[in-house]
């Protein structure tokens, strides 16, 4: 059983750009959520979905920032115009569900903007 | 200040030793769990600790939850220099969707040989 698979995992942009990220969640997970972590720091919730909806985005940006997980096929997390300061490692992790359920992490995609 | 917050944010000891921080947070919780965290690699999941639990042990790590202080403990016990990560508290929340996590800003471990 493949755990969460994210893609690519390196990604170099420059200021303008569109980042699309990819999250694949383990088999049977349902839950899909994104994080954004900067250097020496913790990670930051962005946005939770489950199978075509999105549940609680409060910590995404307003702007150029989007998320979804369609009914088939990975979750996309969209970043259009890239600044240098979306510059990040970003993580995706999935759950079976329910809120009292641990959350497993993919190995992150590191977004770097020129 | 955010919800999870570790204590120390580093610490250096000898291989052997006994490893231990803290974490603080602010509201009621469902749940607290525990991620370690190499460089520039994802986080693994270590333990998860239910808010009418009060400890929790597994291999080496021992977890406790005291949830009239809002805070737990991780301990490391007989520390080995694979042990040297960054180790983060993430705090589930009551009436949250999901299981949306809010971690601290972690504790960095280093364990020389």
């Known amino acids: 059983n493949a755990g969460v698979m994210q893609n690519p995992r390196h990604l170099v942009r420059r200021r303008g750009q569109e980042a699309r990220l990819r999250c694949s969640p383990m088999?049977?997970?349902?839950?899909v959520y994104w994080y954004r972590q900067l250097p020496e720091e913790g990670l930051k919730f962005m946005v939770y979905?489950?199978?075509?909806?999105?549940?609680?985005e409060s910590g995404m940006p307003k702007e150029r920032f989007s998320a979804e997980f369609p009914k088939e096929g990975p979750s996309i997390l969209r970043i259009q115009q890239v600044v240098r300061g979306d510059s990040a490692a970003y993580f995706c992790?999935?759950?079976?569900?329910?809120?009292?359920?641990?959350?497993?992490f993919g190995s992150g995609t590191q977004l770097s903007v020129l | 200040s955010q919800q999870g917050e570790e204590d120390p944010q580093a610490l250096s000891i000898q291989e052997g030793e006994n490893a231990t921080m803290n974490c603080s947070y602010k509201?009621?919780?469902?749940?607290l769990q525990w991620y370690r965290q190499n460089s520039g690699r994802g986080l693994v999941h270590l333990i998860l600790i239910r808010s009418n639990e009060r400890e929790k042990h597994s291999g080496r790590l021992r977890v406790t939850l005291d949830t009239s202080k809002k805070s737990s403990s991780l301990l490391i016990t007989a520390s080995r220099a694979a042990d040297t990560a960054s180790y983060f508290c993430?705090?589930?929340?009551?009436?949250?969707?999901?299981?949306?996590?809010?971690f601290g800003g972690g504790t960095r471990v280093l364990v020389k040989p």
């Open positions: 993430a705090t589930g929340r009551i009436k949250a969707a999901g299981n949306k996590l809010t």
């Open positions: 992790a999935s759950s079976v569900g329910g809120s009292r359920e641990k959350l497993f």
């Open positions: 509201t009621s919780i469902n749940n």
């Open positions: 979905l489950q199978k075509e909806n999105i549940i609680d």
């Open positions: 088999k049977g997970h349902s839950h």
